[in-house]
Nanobody, 116 residues
């Protein structure tokens, strides 16, 4: 069983920045695919960014150039640096760990609100 815990959400003004963190348990964190998803009220959950074991990344078009995903395998932690935040970035952000055994684990989510 892998436990996934997000932190770092909050209220920020448009144009501001936040950094989300996600800690995952387990001895094999370095080979998990780690992803951030988000879900806004009334909308489906969508993929924001993913990072692979070789540290390659991919991003949703809506966040490219503004968000950066990274990982520190020594700390079993993945980060999402969010810059130039927009009102439409408001959502609950979820962290997902995907193992080589094709099992996924989700965190409880952290609220990000962008508002003036």
């Amino acid at each position: 069983q892998v436990q996934v815990v997000e932190s770092g959400g909050g209220l920020v003004q448009p144009g501001g920045s936040l950094r989300l963190s996600c800690a995952a348990s387990g001895s094999f964190f370095s080979i998990y695919v780690m992803s951030w998803y988000r879900q806004a009220p009334g909308k489906q959950r969508e993929l924001v960014a993913s990072i692979y074991s070789g540290h390659s990344t991919n991003y949703a078009d809506s966040v490219k150039g503004r968000f950066t995903i990274s990982r520190d395998d020594t700390k079993n932690t993945v980060y999402l640096q969010m810059n130039s935040l927009k009102v439409e970035d408001t959502a609950v952000y979820y962290c997902r760990a995907y193992t080589p055994q094709a099992v996924e684990y989700w965190g409880q989510g952290t609220q990000v609100t962008v508002s003036s």
